[in-house]
């Protein structure tokens, strides 16, 4: 079992919190290595100043990503609300086409964009290097003209996007606790016979852990 560690503070007000941000990040990453701990980091690009001012945010996260390849680690970016949407898929490309095997993107199944989003950066895939996303349903209300509401509609397109990134040998985080997407994720591994190291399930701590212990028995 790997681990995933996130420092909250989004959204900030002021550049400071950023610079602190950063500072805490960079230190994280050091611990992760000294204590030998087989885990990355998740960081949100507002926690250093994307909606304040983008470049900054870029040097700060890309002081961290370069941080982390340089202890052989990885960084993935959030995704976060609508606004953030396009700024954080440009941050990701800029960084991916620097650092190809030290990043990662989130990215949300209930934005009606999403598919063609992850399809816009299939030009950094590579056998070598493969693009790697976490893929979850997301959690931000967001208007009905951009998102997928019902639940029957957001697993379909969860599915979906799972199924065009194992037909096209992408990394992909799994992330879900719901049962019926555990469940068509598994078809779809075994539809595509998909090579074990491109593809993990991903939960959070201490959600549906009977769930969890059926993957990590399985």
């Not at 996260?61 to 898929?89: G, Q, Y």
């Not at 650092?99 to 209930?110: D, E, I, K, S, T």
């Not at 997301?138 to 379909?156: D, L, M, R, T």
Request: charge should be negative.
């Amino acid at each position: 079992i790997k681990v995933t560690l996130d420092v909250l503070g989004e959204f900030i007000k002021d550049l400071d919190e950023a610079e602190a941000n950063k500072k805490e990040c960079l230190e994280t990453i050091e611990q992760i290595h000294k204590n030998g701990i087989d885990g990355n980091m998740s960081l949100k690009p507002t926690s250093f100043g994307l909606l304040i001012d983008k470049e900054i945010c870029y040097s700060h996260v890309r002081e961290i990503v370069a941080k982390a390849a340089s202890v052989n680690n990885f960084i993935r970016i959030d995704m976060e609300d609508s606004p953030c949407t396009t700024l954080e898929i440009e941050l990701f490309r800029r960084l991916k086409t620097e650092f190809p095997g030290n990043v990662g993107l989130v990215v949300q199944a209930y934005l009606k964009r999403t598919l063609d989003d992850i399809k816009g950066l299939a030009d950094l895939n590579s056998e070598a290097a493969p693009l790697s996303f976490r893929l979850c349903k997301g959690i931000y209300v967001e208007p009905e003209a951009i998102s997928f509401k019902k639940y029957e509609e957001i697993n379909q397109h969860f599915l979906e996007d799972l199924e065009y990134m194992f037909a096209n040998k992408i990394h992909v985080g799994i992330a879900t606790h719901d049962k019926p997407l555990v469940e068509g994720a598994y078809a779809l591994l075994k539809k595509y016979n998909v090579q074990e190291h491109l593809y993990e399930f991903q939960m959070l701590y201490g959600v549906t852990p009977r769930l969890r212990d059926s993957i990590v028995n399985s």
